[in-house]
């Protein structure tokens, strides 16, 4: 089952999941939004040339083939084509040369769902999304509380079939989702199966701007808090702290917080939520290829004094590893699980100013006692691989163990 809410994608299972480097690469650490000094338009010429550091990125030997390649397409290629297509093809290709995974290219349409990646906000109806490999059903698995979804009825289950005009056959699922999304304020109609009877219903909603859920929480037995973050965008903050306190005040007397299959984030969302738990002092720093480094440090001694544990997996990866990182070295937590993705890396998101993104690689981070996790991952103190119990699909023996190591630190304190 692919799962996708309206703005990107939705990873929430405990087990490796195969199309991880696909989160990994959208929810890579983002550390700041820049205007690129170059727009692609003014400077970036395709058959041009650029200069970098007095060397010429594209020679003439280069503008030739291209001009070759291009007469052979007129002439000979069977299907239709244009000049933007090809030339996002030359600028993706042109970055995918440095061999580096975490460096992209973004077109005009990628760039847009780029930044509603980071934000966590969109415009949509509200609703979380499955869709079966081998049926193409799109099934309804969770609708947000108060969102245009809930207010037009959809509910849980439903099977959409039909959106407006479209109607669902071969289509991927982000397909389908773009036909869901929309300008704030207009109507989609989501025509759905409903039921073990499949009944035949349509529901309008009026789309409306809404805030992702990248955070989920509940009180477990013996006043366990647990906290699930899927992602580290620009509204976990404020949902993380909302949890936190909630929590506190239903009396909450240890923590689970569980970054599985995390893909990253925004590093300055990571180090704000780390500011709630660590003590005084740094919570990462990063060198670029200068060895200049960057602080981010805590500033206020408000360490969490309660028993906390970090549930991470091998899809743990980048924020998730700062977050991870932090809390073992300063000693107030335990982690548990497995060895972390191990992506220790930093790009920062650069606006070409018009109205495309390039994100390259330009420094390494490092834990607060020094330690560089890239390719490494950051092997947990109490190690547990997963383990799927066929007969209940609920159960989940990692969660279990995190949730055993608070309670036995809760018993500790106690005594």
Request: charged letters at 25%; hydrophobic letters at 35%; aromatic letters at 8%.
């Amino acid at each position: 089952m692919e799962n996708q809410n309206e703005e990107l994608y939705q990873m929430d299972q405990p087990k490796k999941d195969r199309r991880f480097l696909k989160g990994a690469l959208t929810g890579a650490l983002v550390m700041f939004l820049l205007v690129a000094v170059i727009g692609t338009v003014g400077y970036f010429k395709i058959f041009g040339g650029v200069g970098s550091s007095n060397k010429e990125v594209l020679t003439s030997s280069t503008e030739t083939k291209l001009n070759l390649l291009r007469g052979l397409i007129d002439r000979y290629y069977l299907y239709d084509v244009t000049d933007e297509d090809l030339q996002n093809g030359i600028y993706e290709g042109y970055i995918s040369g440095l061999n580096d995974p975490y460096s992209v290219y973004y077109d005009e349409e990628a760039s847009k769902i780029l930044e509603e990646s980071t934000s966590g906000e969109y415009s949509g109806v509200g609703a979380v999304l499955s869709q079966d490999a081998t049926t193409d059903y799109v099934v309804v698995m969770n609708v947000y509380d108060d969102s245009p979804a809930q207010k037009a009825g959809l509910t849980e289950g439903d099977i959409i079939y039909q959106v407006d005009d479209h109607e669902i056959k071969d289509e991927d699922l982000t397909e389908i989702v773009s036909w869901i999304k929309g300008e704030e304020g207009t109507d989609v109609v989501l025509h759905v199966y409903r039921g073990d009877s499949l009944d035949q219903v349509d529901v309008t909603a009026t789309r409306a701007k809404i805030e992702q859920q990248t955070v989920n929480y509940e009180m477990r037995a013996n006043n366990v808090g647990y906290i699930r973050v899927s992602e580290f965008d620009t509204v976990t903050y404020d949902q993380f702290s909302t949890a936190l306190s909630d929590l506190q005040n239903q009396g909450m007397a240890g923590l689970v917080i569980d970054l599985r299959s995390n893909p990253g984030g925004n590093v300055e969302t990571t180090c704000d939520m780390l500011r709630l738990l660590l003590p005084k002092g740094t919570i990462v720093y990063t060198e670029d290829k200068n060895g200049k480094r960057t602080d981010y440090t805590c500033e206020n001694d408000s360490g969490f004094d309660k028993p906390l544990a970090i549930l991470v997996n091998g899809n743990s990866a980048s924020a998730s590893e700062i977050f991870t990182g932090a809390v073992q070295d300063y000693e107030v937590g335990t982690v548990v699980g497995t060895t972390t993705y191990g992506k220790g890396v930093v790009q920062p998101i650069l606006n070409l100013q018009d109205g495309t993104y390039l994100k390259i690689t330009t420094a390494e981070y490092f834990t607060p006692n020094g330690r560089s996790v890239n390719k490494k991952g950051i092997a947990p103190d109490v190690e547990v691989e997963y383990e799927e119990n066929a007969e209940n699909p609920d159960a989940d023996n990692q969660l279990d163990k995190a949730v055993e190591v608070v309670t036995g630190q809760m018993q500790q304190t106690e005594q």
